[in-house]
């Protein structure tokens, strides 16, 4: 623990995921590498949330907490982000559908209330990133209403899971992210029950984990790069379903006992597993800027960078987020969900 009660693995684990975020946002031309980020770097957040969730019963706190935290900072980033929309024509064109200004801000605006990061005709979302901030808000209020009729009607928690199931088969409408709460709530659940069940705490032994990390990455490698691209957004899941939460199981596992058990302090890695949440909302402001000067100045394929120019991109969006964050922290906390 740090002196603020942080835990200090979780925030690790989530500044590397971030970052990762960041890196499949900005495209590379290595495939391998970008499929290889998509197995986990959402699914680990969720984990993650789910480990730390008290699993308290739902009622009126419990969803106003999880409003100001989540979709407070998922409105507000996304009203800022409007300022794109205004300059789109030459920062972001391919959201114009040859369209006016107003048109496209009309479009922004319908989006952001539709809370559906699929293009549409009639609508985009302003801010593609936090639709993660949505389906985690749906996703802690399904587990809470199941941890709640767990206790009552059993029955209803049954036709609840069976929903989301199906889903998995037969795609929801993509409107409020509900469709991809329901492809994370076996992830968020299986957080929960790492921590319910103390299983972290079984794996002591140093040898052991370390072990046990290798296996996982040789695995995630070898294996769970042959499902395909997989994207939660879009509630896409590979090749299989299975495979896809085996995958994610696996790899954020690994990251989770491989961070516990290297216990390697960094004030700037730390820095940025607070962050992440203005990381999220900022970061694509700067990835729209370095894509279009790397397009101008190096003629690259804004979908497609070197890897040093997607590096260099990554890392000026991680330090713009932790010095953003930490000005909305002492003049703004309740943007951040504070």
Request: glycine share 6%; charged share 10%; net charge positive.
């Amino acid at each position: 623990m740090s002196s603020n009660n942080r835990v200090i693995w979780a925030d690790q684990i989530k500044a590397f995921a971030i970052w990762t975020m960041v890196i499949g946002h900005v495209g590379l031309q290595n495939q391998s590498i970008m499929d290889l980020i998509f197995i986990f770097h959402v699914p680990v957040f969720f984990i993650i949330s789910g480990y730390f969730d008290k699993g308290k019963d739902i009622c009126k706190d419990i969803v106003v907490k999880n409003f100001k935290s989540l979709l407070i900072p998922y409105f507000f980033f996304s009203i800022i982000a409007f300022s794109y929309c205004w300059v789109s024509p030459y920062l972001h064109p391919e959201l114009y559908y040859n369209g006016t200004i107003y048109q496209t801000f009309l479009k922004a605006f319908v989006g952001l209330f539709l809370m559906d990061d699929i293009s549409r005709s009639f609508a985009f979302l302003p801010l593609g990133p936090v639709w993660f901030l949505v389906s985690l808000f749906w996703t802690r209020l399904i587990f809470s209403a199941c941890v709640t009729l767990w206790r009552t009607k059993r029955w209803m928690l049954i036709f609840i899971i069976a929903a989301c199931i199906l889903s998995v088969y037969y795609k929801w409408p993509s409107f409020f992210s509900i469709d991809s709460a329901c492809m994370a709530f076996p992830l968020y659940t299986f957080g929960y029950c790492i921590k319910k069940y103390r299983v972290l705490e079984r794996l002591h032994n140093k040898s052991v984990c370390i072990l046990i990390s290798i296996i996982g990455i040789l695995y995630t490698y070898f294996i769970g790069l042959q499902n395909g691209r997989v994207n939660m957004d879009a509630t896409s899941f590979g090749s299989s379903a299975i495979m896809f939460y085996v995958n994610a199981i696996v790899a954020s596992v690994t990251l989770i006992i491989f961070a516990k058990t290297i216990n390697v302090r960094s004030t700037i890695i730390d820095k940025i597993g607070v962050s992440t949440i203005t990381i999220l909302g900022t970061h694509m402001a700067v990835i729209i800027v370095f894509k279009t000067l790397g397009s101008i100045m190096f003629a690259y394929n804004p979908s497609a960078l070197p890897l040093w120019y997607a590096l260099t991109t990554s890392f000026v969006a991680l330090i713009m987020g932790c010095i953003i964050h930490s000005f909305l922290t002492k003049r703004f906390p309740i943007a951040i969900g504070r």
